[in-house]
């Protein structure tokens, strides 16, 4: 059985968590210009009006919230059923990065990191299943991360966090296929962000975030359940994923010059 796509955007409901900047940016573009209707939330309302403008009167919502507080979620969703009966897809793009290696681990850092995300797509996926479940049709699209494959160097709270998230994908999956609903495991490489400018160290494989965005909704479109990009490098980090350990660490200690 394969899951459903969307053969077009154009007067489907989206809701954007992560809108403000980098990937969830340039997929709101993309979005707008398609001609869905896209709920957009992130934090900094100040990056959300901007995008809002960008689409025709009563094309957008703009929804500011903190994906680690469960009452402004709840209050997105709600607006959102308010003015449109629900959603045709959830696109969770938010997410937080900190480089944390085992010399310098704050388990606070850690916490928040975990809060944003993990705990944060679980609450939205929460908040939206019953009506999708009630509907048997629906989208589910979460951004992950290739950190998640397997332990990298300075993804020391990152890495175990997206490595949740592929597990929290495979099971909504294997749950949601015979209800009609269609999950999308995103798992990005190196992408030109705010988040990725922190780095120090070479990124292999490089993309803008206009690239990513097309690699998802493509995904999307499709009906794929894992959409992972830039292909060269995450294959590459797919098949690291099969070898035997001591093979593994040699590679990435040879390979990664961090």
């Given at each position: 059985?394969k899951q ?9 409901r ?7 900047s ?22 900094r309302v ?12 009563g094309?957008?919502l ?5 994906v680690t ?7 997105s969703y709600?607006?959102?059923?308010s003015?449109?009966?629900g959603?045709?897809?959830l696109l ?6 900190s480089?944390?290696?085992a010399?310098?681990?704050d ?9 944003s995300n993990?705990?944060?797509p679980m ?6 299943l019953p ?14 991360s ?6 990298l160097?300075?993804a ?5 966090s997206?490595a ?5 994908c495979e ?8 209800r009609g609903?269609?999950?999308h495991?995103i ?10 400018a ?5 990124m292999?494989?490089l993309?803008?975030a206009q ?5 998802i909704l493509?995904?999307i ?8 990009f ?5 294959r590459?980090l797919?098949?690291l ?11 990435v200690?040879r390979?990664?010059k961090?």
């Amino acid at each position: 059985m394969k899951q459903r796509g969307i053969s077009s955007f154009s007067g489907k409901r989206v809701w954007l968590i992560g809108a403000s900047s980098g990937i969830g940016e340039a997929c709101a573009q993309v979005l707008i210009k398609a001609g869905a209707k896209v709920a957009l939330s992130s934090r900094r309302v100040e990056r959300l009006n901007p995008l809002a403008a960008l689409g025709d009167l009563g094309q957008t919502l703009v929804l500011p919230l903190d994906v680690t507080v469960d009452s402004e979620l709840k209050n997105s969703y709600q607006s959102i059923l308010s003015s449109w009966d629900g959603i045709d897809l959830l696109l969770f793009v938010s997410g937080a990065y900190s480089p944390l290696r085992a010399d310098n681990f704050d388990i606070n850092t850690a916490e928040q990191i975990i809060d944003s995300n993990l705990l944060g797509p679980m609450r939205a996926v929460a908040l939206v299943l019953p009506e999708m479940l009630k509907a048997h049709t629906g989208h589910i699209a979460i951004v992950g991360s290739v950190a998640g494959y397997s332990g990298l160097p300075k993804a020391l709270a990152y890495g175990p966090s997206k490595a949740a998230i592929i597990n929290f994908c495979e099971t909504l999956y294997y749950d949601l296929l015979p209800r009609g609903i269609s999950v999308h495991m995103i798992s990005p490489g190196f992408v030109a962000t705010e988040a990725t400018a922190q780095n120090d160290f070479e990124m292999p494989a490089l993309i803008s975030a206009q690239e990513a965005a097309s690699e998802i909704l493509s995904g999307i479109e499709n009906g794929e359940f894992d959409i992972h990009f830039p292909k060269r490098f995450s294959r590459f980090l797919k098949f690291l994923r099969i070898l035997p350990y001591p093979i593994y660490f040699w590679i990435v200690r040879r390979f990664v010059k961090i």
